[in-house]
């Protein structure tokens, strides 16, 4: 069980910040949006969680930051005209969902409480790529035509 949690953390150290750079360089502003929530959130998250209560029960600032998250996300989704922020805020908000079995139960064994979290940040980064993959086709599609760049949504 450890070795697959530090699988998925050593991915999650490589595969997020390259995936943050790649929407910041070749994303519309929802993607850079998104990528800068992410990655501050994970930042918070990692900053909070080495103060925190190592998962023995409800994990309070590990929970305020992935609500504060999704209520920025939520924001972002209801402004942006397309429709993967959806996706992402709905993955945010089963990670804030996954915090609720250890607050319901504070004795809940500390390694299932833990090894929940890690695993709702995947979904939101492939909402992400795949953001920031359609953005990057529609303008490569556009330099193609020859035509003027028409406007990417928001």
């Not at 519309?28 to 501050?40: K, N, P, Q, S, Y």
């Not at 998250?45 to 998250?69: E, K, M, S």
């Not at 303008?139 to 193609?144: A, D, G, H, N, S």
Request: glycine share 8%; with cysteine; hydrophobic share 55%.
């Amino acid at each position: 069980m450890k070795s697959f949690l530090l699988v998925g953390l050593l991915l999650q150290v490589f595969a997020l910040p390259t995936l943050c750079a790649f929407a910041w360089f070749r994303g519309g502003v929802t993607e850079r949006r998104v990528a800068t929530a992410l990655f501050i959130a994970v930042v918070a998250t990692t900053t909070t969680d080495a103060f925190g209560t190592r998962w023995q029960g409800p994990n309070w600032a590990v929970i305020t930051v992935d609500v504060i998250l999704m209520a920025v996300l939520v924001v972002i989704a209801r402004q942006s005209t397309r429709f993967w922020p959806i996706w992402t805020a709905a993955s945010q908000l089963g990670g804030c969902l996954a915090h609720l079995p250890a607050i319901l139960n504070p004795e809940i064994p500390k390694h299932l409480y833990g090894a929940t979290q890690p695993f709702w940040v995947w979904p939101l980064m492939m909402s992400l790529l795949i953001g920031v993959l359609s953005v990057h086709r529609l303008r490569r599609m556009q330099e193609k035509s020859g035509g003027p760049p028409a406007s990417i949504p928001v």
